[in-house]
């Protein structure tokens, strides 16, 4: 596991940090996929942090908690650019998600996604140590992306016709 969350410290921070006309790498990913997470009822910063966290699963939250203080420029919140954190209070996590434009569309299809979604890449890694399949290692990571993608989609149709 350590072989895979090393690149990953490293990707977060570079895409916290590294930036382009004072932009960064990570706001520029954020705008860009925004569009397509929209449709399915997500965000651009829930987005990438299901791709930085591949590593490890578990630091989902984290990542988004951070992406969202860093892209909305919420003062005094999180432990600096490109760190993650976990607060204290329900409240004060409520808040920064709402000041994300979270709404209860979003926290549903977070969960729904969270439930179907790709394996972490120590996962990946065992998968294709145990079949020597690439194909089955595609199919195993990537059917996961496609059935919470597919599922988002529909339930964010049915949500917005039903408003």
């Known amino acids: 596991a350590i072989i895979f969350a090393v690149p990953a410290g490293m990707l977060i921070w570079l895409s916290a940090n590294v930036t382009i006309n004072d932009i960064s790498l990570a706001k520029y990913f954020i705008d860009w996929v925004d569009p397509f997470a929209f449709i399915i009822g997500l965000n651009g910063v829930i987005i990438l942090a299901y791709v930085i966290a591949i590593p490890a699963n578990e630091i989902v939250i984290p990542t988004i908690l951070m992406l969202t203080v860093m892209v909305k420029g919420i003062a ?50 065992t998968i294709y140590k145990e079949t020597g399949s690439i194909k089955w290692t595609a199919i195993a990571t990537f059917l996961p992306i496609i059935m919470g993608l597919t599922l988002c989609f529909f339930v964010t149709q049915i949500y917005r016709m039903m408003l």
């Open 76 to 125: 005094n919140a999180g432990a600096g650019t490109g760190v993650m954190f976990e607060l204290e209070s329900e409240k004060a996590t409520a808040e920064i998600l709402l000041h994300g434009g979270w709404t209860l569309l979003t926290g549903i299809n977070l969960m729904l996604f969270s439930l179907l979604h790709n394996p972490c890449s120590t996962t990946i890694y």
